[in-house]
T-cell receptor, first 110, second 113 residues
C-alpha cells in the first residue's frame, strides 16, 4: 500500500526567508508525485508535479527515489504563499488514486 | 465557467437524515472522484468513476452511495447520517486515469448535528 508523510504540520517563516516542506512516500512501484495547494477559502489546486520538472510561483520539487522524497522548496517566501500544502502520490494502476499526506500549513509572516 | 462545481456549499442536517451532494464538471473529463477531508484536514479518496463505471471504492460505509448519471456528473448520496460524517467533501475530475492532474471542486462542508 502507498503512504505519504508530511512530518511538519505547521511551518512559520518570515517573508524573504527560504521555505522547505518535506514529503516522504512509500510505494513499491513507479510513483507520480504532486504538490497541491489550498489557499484560504479557495479550492485545492495543483501546484506542480514531478514529471513536469518546472517551477511554479518560485516553487520547485525534486523527486529523490533513493530517499523516497519529494520536498517542496522556495528560496524566498512571500506572504501570499501562506496556505495549506499537500503532497500526493498518484498510482496509475489504481485508477489514478491520489494518496495525500497530512498537509503542512505554511504561514509567512511580514 | 466553473470547471468543477458542487452543490450545496454548506449542508447542516440532523443525525439519521439522508442527504445528497451533487458534482458537475464541464472539462470533458472521463474520470471523477470523491474525497473526504476530516477536521484535521486529512484528505482521503472515497470513490472514483471512469465513464460512469466505478473504478475505486475505498473502505467506505455502504451508507455512502455514489451515482454517475453521465460522465459529467458524480453525485454522492449518504443515508442515515452520523456525527462522524461531518467533514468537507471534495469532488474532482481528471482527463483519464493515468496519473493525470486532478481538478477539484470548491468542497461541500457537511455538518451533522
Amino acid at each position: 500500500a502507498q503512504r505519504v508523510t508530511q512530518p511538519e504540520k505547521l511551518l512559520s517563516v518570515f517573508k524573504g526567508a527560504p521555505v522547505e516542506l518535506k514529503c516522504n512516500y512509500s510505494y513499491s512501484g513507479s510513483p507520480e508525485l504532486f504538490w497541491y495547494v489550498q489557499y484560504s477559502r479557495q479550492r485545492l489546486q495543483l501546484l506542480l508535479r514531478h514529471i513536469s520538472r518546472e517551477s511554479i510561483k518560485g516553487f520547485t520539487a525534486d523527486l529523490n527515489k533513493g530517499e523516497t522524497s519529494f520536498h517542496l522548496k522556495k528560496p524566498f517566501a512571500q506572504e501570499e504563499d501562506s496556505a495549506m500544502y499537500y503532497c500526493a502520490l498518484g498510482v496509475r494502476a489504481a485508477g489514478n488514486k491520489l494518496t495525500f499526506g497530512g498537509g503542512t500549513r505554511v504561514l509567512v509572516k511580514p | 465557467d466553473t470547471a468543477v462545481s458542487q452543490t450545496p456549499k454548506y449542508l447542516v442536517t440532523q443525525m439519521g437524515n439522508d442527504k445528497s451532494i451533487k458534482c458537475e464538471q464541464n472539462l470533458g473529463h472521463d474520470t471523477m472522484y470523491w474525497y473526504k477531508q476530516d477536521s484535521k484536514k486529512f484528505l482521503k479518496i472515497m470513490f472514483s468513476y471512469n465513464n460512469k463505471e466505478l473504478i475505486i471504492n475505498e473502505t467506505v460505509p455502504n451508507r455512502f452511495s455514489p451515482k454517475s448519471p453521465d460522465k459529467a456528473h458524480l453525485n454522492l448520496h449518504i443515508n442515515s447520517l452520523e456525527l462522524g460524517d461531518s467533514a468537507v467533501y471534495f469532488c474532482a475530475s481528471s482527463q483519464g486515469q493515468g496519473g493525470d492532474t486532478q481538478y477539484f471542486g470548491p468542497g461541500t462542508r457537511l455538518t451533522v448535528l
